[in-house]
Nanobody, 117 residues
Framework: QVQLVESGGGLVQAGGSLRLSCVAS????????IGWYRQAPGQQRELVAA???????NYADSVKGRFTISRDNAKSTVYLQLNSLKPEDTAVYYC???????????WGQGTQVTVSS
């Protein structure tokens, strides 16, 4: 099993920045990829960015050039740097781990990001 704990959310003005952290514990050696998702009120949860165990990354078109996903293996932590934030980035941001050959998925509890105009 894998446990995920997110932190770093908050209230920021448009154009501002935040850095989200996702700390993984448990069977972290078996993680295939970690992704950041977000869900705004009344909307479906969507993938924002992901990083594989090999280090490859992918981003939603809406955040390319503004958000950066990275990881620190020594700290079992994946970061999401959010720059040039817009009000439409307001959502609860969740960390997701894809684990093992059966691709089990684990979720964190989420962290709220609110961008004021």
């Amino acid at each position: 099993q894998v446990q995920l704990v997110e932190s770093g959310g908050g209230l920021v003005q448009a154009g501002g920045s935040l850095r989200l952290s996702c700390v993984a514990s448990g069977s972290t050696f078996n993680i295939n990829a970690i992704g950041w998702y977000r869900q705004a009120p009344g909307q479906q949860r969507e993938l924002v960015a992901a990083i594989s165990s090999g280090g490859s990354t992918n981003y939603a078109d809406s955040v390319k050039g503004r958000f950066t996903i990275s990881r620190d293996n020594a700290k079992s932590t994946v970061y999401l740097q959010l720059n040039s934030l817009k009000p439409e980035d307001t959502a609860v941001y969740y960390c997701n781990a894809n684990v093992g050959s059966w691709s089990y998925e684990y979720w964190g509890q989420g962290t709220q990001v609110t961008v004021s105009s």
